[in-house]
């Protein structure tokens, strides 16, 4: 292996920027907002490097002011489809040999890019096209992104430092860390623009290509992600970015030979779906596909009655309403003890009552809107249901309206059953459910675990540190990511490695390792130096 891996600078994270009244940033980013709102983008589908124009198109709107166009994108049909998969695979046959140096060069400089001049355009297309306040458009479509790219270079250095051990006199052995046989589907989602730019890239930094779609919703962002890669170096068709409906992208990209991996996040329902489909497909393909994604949550936080009321009270806010919680991670079922629950809901319930929503211009605003009028729909049913509902009271929120955006009240369910619909199933959005226990600190911890088919984050708020300890145990298998006095959101690249189990994922660990070594076919070469020429063996001789 090369010396000159070492000096690749080790990767640290992103600062966030504050966007403080006054700071250049905050004036920077207002007046990228204003211009990018005064034009419709026309974009292309990009296969093979060239933008291709369907004629089939689709609008991008902005959420909370679901009048505004800020896009019509093209939507990929059969002969698009194809012909990615054929440009991909011309693309693999010298990518996949290029020196891991200049695939690390161009990485390094897309995180350079992001940071400026692209960090303030993205962070707008993200705050106009998803509806994120500023602060959550930078820690993700900026920073988390950028994170990405920089430590997923050192994580490649230490997969390719990964060679056997010992090498007995006269031989030399070595391990050769390849790229996939084939092209990776990469599926991304809306909420965030990090994973999005990540689900494709983290396979082609070891030297494979991607198939990306994009969701519907968020193909604003991704267009001016592509726009970077192709600044930053990128070789055409190393990416090739197919925008659709999944109905029709989804058969035709898995019925093909080529597939080499799914990188995936998304629905369970979508994703048992390909796995599904991969399945049945299953003698057809050069080789077994890698499967890799995350799906659903059903993230929890459970209080015990050590825990500090402050502590607490903002780890739900923040863990259930950030985003409007439309994250993975957002905190969906809280447990409290009755006695700590007398003492919290009054200055809960005021808090909460203190969230402004409205526009991302306006930077007072804590909230926004929901993506669509499907998510708009779905959530606002689950709040319905509560309403109507003997085992169910609405504390917080409640209200909702589609006129302008798709606006809806950070809501707060309490009920008496910890099995209740709102305690089980997965609204992504900004609604949250308490159950207030009698039961004993095991029992409840018994309920947590056993009460969702998901995997994916939780939190215990606790002094005790016994207390906290039978939590750490008892839920061992009940989150992927598991926080100690903290809310159950913001994991950090090169920190909190992300992703659940059970129905919530394949647990590969974005921002790890781990991710990347799923992305990589290794072959083991032994040379002789000083090999046999003759067939028998010492044992064999005569005494």
């Known amino acids: 292996m090369s010396d000159k891996m070492a ?3 080790p990767a640290v994270n992103e600062p966030i920027l504050n966007y403080a009244p006054g700071s250049a940033e905050r004036v920077e980013l207002i007046s990228t907002l204003k211009k990018m709102k005064s034009e419709i983008v026309e974009i292309p589908l990009i296969i093979g490097g060239k933008e291709i124009y369907t004629g089939n198109t689709a609008t991008n709107v902005m959420p909370h002011n679901h009048q505004h166009v800020l896009a019509n994108y093209q939507l990929a049909g059969p002969d ?5 998969i054929e440009s991909s695979q011309k693309a693999w046959k010298t990518w996949s040999v290029m020196p891991w140096e200049s695939r690390v060069a161009i990485f390094k400089r897309m995180a350079v890019l992001l940071a400026h001049p692209y960090g303030h355009i993205v962070n707008a297309a993200t705050m106009l096209g998803q509806s994120k306040n500023a602060y959550q458009a930078e820690i993700d479509a900026a920073c988390e992104l950028i994170d990405f790219f920089n430590f997923n270079a050192q994580y490649l250095q230490e997969i390719y430092r990964q060679q056997p051990p010992f090498s007995p006199t006269g031989t030399w052995n070595m391990v050769e860390h390849r790229a996939l046989e084939g092209f990776v589907f990469a599926v991304t989602p809306f909420n965030f623009t990090s994973i999005a ?4 890239t983290a396979p082609v930094l070891m030297g494979n290509v991607a198939l990306w779609k994009p969701a519907s919703s968020s193909v604003y962002s991704g267009y001016y992600l592509m726009k970077m890669f192709k600044e930053a170096g990128l070789p055409d068709g190393v990416i090739n970015f197919i925008p659709g409906k999944g109905s029709i992208v989804g058969p035709q990209v898995m019925d093909s030979e080529h597939l080499a991996g799914i990188h995936f996040t998304g629905s369970t329902a979508v994703f048992q779906s390909m796995w599904k489909t991969i399945g049945d497909n299953i003698s057809k393909y050069r080789t077994y596909p890698r499967i890799v994604g ?10 015990h009655e050590s825990a500090r009321m402050e502590v607490l009270r903002t780890a739900i806010i923040r863990g259930a309403f950030e985003y409007q919680g439309q994250k993975c991670s957002a905190a969906s079922r809280v447990y409290i003890p009755r006695g700590l629950w007398a003492e919290i809901k009054e200055s809960y319930v005021a808090e909460v009552a203190k969230i402004k929503m409205g526009d991302v211009e306006d930077f007072g605003n804590f909230m926004n809107a929901v993506i669509d009028r499907a998510a708009f729909t779905d959530i606002t049913n689950y709040i319905e249901y509560a309403r109507t509902h003997a085992d169910a009271e609405i504390i917080t929120g409640g209200n909702y309206d589609d006129a302008i955006g798709y606006f809806i009240e950070p809501t707060t369910i309490l009920t008496t059953d910890p099995h209740f619909k709102t305690m089980e199933e997965e609204i992504f959005g900004p609604v949250v459910t308490i159950y207030v226990y009698d039961e004993s600190w095991e029992e409840i911890l018994d309920i947590v675990d056993g009460t969702s088919p ?3 984050t939780g939190a215990v708020i606790s002094n005790d540190r016994e207390a906290t300890e039978l939590a750490v145990e ?3 298998h009940s989150a992927g990511n598991f926080y100690i006095n903290d809310k159950p959101t913001g994991a950090v690249v090169g920190q909190q490695p992300f992703g659940g189990s059970r129905s919530s994922g394949t647990n590969d660990k974005a921002g790890s390792i781990f991710n990347l070594i799923r992305w990589v076919s290794q072959r083991t070469i ?3 130096f000083l090999p046999p020429t003759e067939f028998p063996y010492p044992f064999m001789d005569k005494e």
Do not use: Q, S
Request: cysteine-free.
């Open 7 to 9: 000096m690749v600078p």
């Open 80 to 84: 698009e489809i194809a012909l990615a």
């Open 197 to 200: 730019g990540n689900l494709p």
């Open 294 to 303: 995350e799906t659903g949550g059903k993230d929890f936080i459970v209080a």
């Open 454 to 456: 998901y995997a994916l």
């Open 474 to 476: 008892k839920l061992r």
């Open 526 to 528: 032994k040379e002789n």
